[in-house]
Nanobody, 124 residues
Framework: QVQLVESGGGLVQAGGSLRLSCVASGRIFGRYDVGWFRQAPGKERDFVAALKWSRESTLADSVKGRFTISRDNAKNTVYLQMNSLKPEDTAAYYC??????????????????WGQGTQVIVSS
């Protein structure tokens, strides 16, 4: 069983930055694919960014050039650096992980483990 705990959310003005962190339990974190998703009120959970165990990354078009995903396997932690934030980035952000590597990285159903989420609010 893997537990994921997110932190780093908060209130920020448009144009500002935040760095989200997700700490995972488990001794084989380096073999997991990890991802970040977000969910605004009344909307579906959407893909933001993912990083394979091989360090191949992918980002949603809406955040390319602004967000960066990275990981520190020694700390069992994955990060989401968010720059040039916009009001439309307001959402609860969720960290996800999977041991298996089958299926698209941008699909909610392809992840086995989820954190509880951290709220990001971007004011205009």
């Amino acid at each position: 069983q893997v537990q994921l705990v997110e932190s780093g959310g908060g209130l920020v003005q448009a144009g500002g930055s935040l760095r989200l962190s997700c700490v995972a339990s488990g001794r084989i974190f380096g073999r997991y694919d990890v991802g970040w998703f977000r969910q605004a009120p009344g909307k579906e959970r959407d893909f933001v960014a993912a990083l394979k165990w091989s360090r191949e990354s992918t980002l949603a078009d809406s955040v390319k050039g602004r967000f960066t995903i990275s990981r520190d396997n020694a700390k069992n932690t994955v990060y989401l650096q968010m720059n040039s934030l916009k009001p439309e980035d307001t959402a609860a952000y969720y960290c996800a992980a999977r041991v298996g590597t089958i299926g698209a990285l941008d699909t909610v159903g392809n992840y086995e483990y989820w954190g509880q989420g951290t709220q990001v609010i971007v004011s205009s």
